[in-house]
């Protein structure tokens, strides 16, 4: 199972909207709506910030919202503060009972 | 509150045997699956294998099959992870994590115990 893609940088200013994709295969992101994603910010564990596409687990701002099209996900940050700069990944059920993480993505808050 | 303390990473040599354990409290551990999930140094992350509540479905990543074997204790509220014949590859930080790997997510994290396979 290959890797998601993810842009490996990103940015944006504080105040701005910034939109990190998640490309995957019809095996994948485009098969199942259970893709999900993390921040993590350095020498922390991953934290949850999305899942099955564009739930928000309780505590993660509305600022954080997910969507999907096709083989490609998305995840847009809107009104950035600088404490959401961080690594982002994205991950999808893979079928056959695996999981497969994108390759993460670098948000930085100008 | 979930807390997830994994423990018995260290330096090995390839070839080399280690096991990780993962100690869970804050929530009803026998009713959850778990999962291992790796991360090399400076990487992206990898998941490795799952563990259904009871212990009766396992899974793994096709790149530790037949090397790694995943396995609780619900009376300890612990979460094993027995590694065989090391490679540098291996080489990672180790997060347990609670969650449905059929549902695509996980939602508490452990902060990691490092594993180094080198010679």
């Known amino acids: 199972q290959s890797a998601l893609t993810q842009p490996p940088s990103a940015s944006g200013s504080p105040g701005q909207s910034v939109t990190i994709s998640c490309t995957g295969t019809?095996?994948?992101?485009?098969?199942?709506?259970?893709v999900s994603w993390y921040q993590q910010h350095p020498g922390k564990a991953p934290k949850l910030m999305i899942y099955?596409?564009?739930k928000r687990p309780s505590g993660v701002p509305d600022r954080f919202s997910g969507s999907k099209s096709g083989n490609t996900a998305s995840l847009t940050v809107s009104g950035l503060q600088a404490e959401d700069e961080a690594d982002y990944y994205c991950s999808s059920y893979g079928g056959s009972n695996n999981l497969v993480f994108g390759g993460g993505t670098k948000l930085t808050v100008l | 509150e979930v807390q997830l303390l994994e423990s018995g990473g260290g330096l090995v040599q390839p070839g080399e045997s280690l096991r990780l354990s993962c100690t869970a409290s804050?929530?009803?551990?026998?009713?959850?699956?778990m999962n291992w999930v790796r991360q090399a140094p400076g990487r992206g992350l990898e998941w490795v294998s799952a563990?259904?509540?009871?212990?009766?479905?396992?899974y793994y990543a096709d790149s530790v099959k037949g090397r790694f074997t995943i396995s609780r204790d619900n009376s300890k509220n612990t979460l094993y992870l027995q590694m065989n014949s090391l490679r540098a590859e291996d080489t990672a930080l180790y997060y347990c994590?609670?969650?449905?790997?059929?549902?695509?997510?996980?939602?508490?994290w452990g902060q990691g115990s490092l594993v180094t396979v080198s010679s």
């Open positions: 019809s095996s994948d992101v485009g098969g199942y709506n259970y």
């Open positions: 099955e596409v564009n």
């Open positions: 994590a609670k969650g449905y790997v059929t549902r695509g997510f996980f939602d508490s």
């Open positions: 804050g929530f009803t551990f026998s009713s959850n699956a």
């Open positions: 563990i259904s509540a009871g212990g009766m479905t396992i």
